[in-house]
């Protein structure tokens, strides 16, 4: 596959991207949110990324994560209002898919409207369906390069596949200038864990658990790697 440069003030960072076809695509089903449970405090460090990304409120651009980026000067289409509103209800209730059809029904009314392919990206992302979210992601891209929202997700894309490395990257270059995004601090810090960068991981984890201590399993998240740059030090 090609590669394409998710331009940025201040960064410059490269995605591989994931081309998607009717054959290739994940089945669309009717889902809810399932969220997973750890028994342990190095259970709840290990499955952090499933953890989170089980969370709605986490991923699927509710107004914690996500923030309104439309031109203020564009002339607000009272019918796509009524429909994110819709979608909205749709994540708080679980009911992903619901939100997806919600989303696309935006996007048959306006083809270029950002943030409808962003949110309808993070609740592919939310149901596991990386090439959707990826495509979405890479036309939200297209459509806003300078917005580092989109970085976001596509670090957090990264990071629920696993690709500690590359959202770490994503994660940097939209920090640039969302420097108080306690989750992608939160997720760049579990990435450097992973990557065995312990006094980086805890200096992140740290930061978001001042920014959000609502960010589930943090404070365990800080203990662990306090534990790990002590052993270091030994």
């Known amino acids: 596959p090609g590669r394409r440069a998710v331009k940025g003030r201040g960064a410059s960072v490269k995605l591989n991207t994931i081309k998607v076809s009717k054959r290739t695509a994940a089945p669309r089903t009717r889902a809810s949110v399932r969220v997973a449970t750890a028994d342990t405090p190095e259970e709840a460090l290990a499955m952090g990324d499933s953890h989170d990304f089980a969370m709605p409120e986490m991923i699927a651009t509710l107004s914690s994560d996500e923030h309104d980026t439309e031109n203020g000067s564009k002339e607000v289409d009272p019918q796509i209002v009524e429909i994110t509103e819709n979608a909205k209800a749709a994540l708080n209730e679980g ?77 940097n270059a939209a920090l640039v200038e969302l ?38 399993n943090i404070a365990t998240y800080v203990i662990m790697a306090k534990k790990k740059v002590k052993n270091l030090a030994q």
């Open 95 to 171: 009911a992903l898919e619901d939100a997806v059809d919600y989303y696309s029904d935006i996007i048959d009314i306006d083809g270029e409207h950002y943030e409808a392919f962003l949110r309808r990206g993070r609740v592919h992302l939310d149901l596991g369906d990386y090439g959707r979210a990826m495509s979405d992601f890479t036309v939200a891209d297209d459509l806003q390069p300078d917005n580092p929202h989109t970085r976001v997700a596509l670090g957090d894309l990264l990071f629920a596949r696993k690709e500690y490395s590359r959202s770490i990257e994503f994660y």
């Open 179 to 216: 420097p108080e995004h306690a989750m992608a601090i939160c997720r760049r810090g579990i990435g450097y864990y992973y990557k065995r960068q312990f006094p980086e991981a805890l200096r992140d984890l740290e930061q978001a658990y001042k920014l959000d201590r609502s960010i589930p």
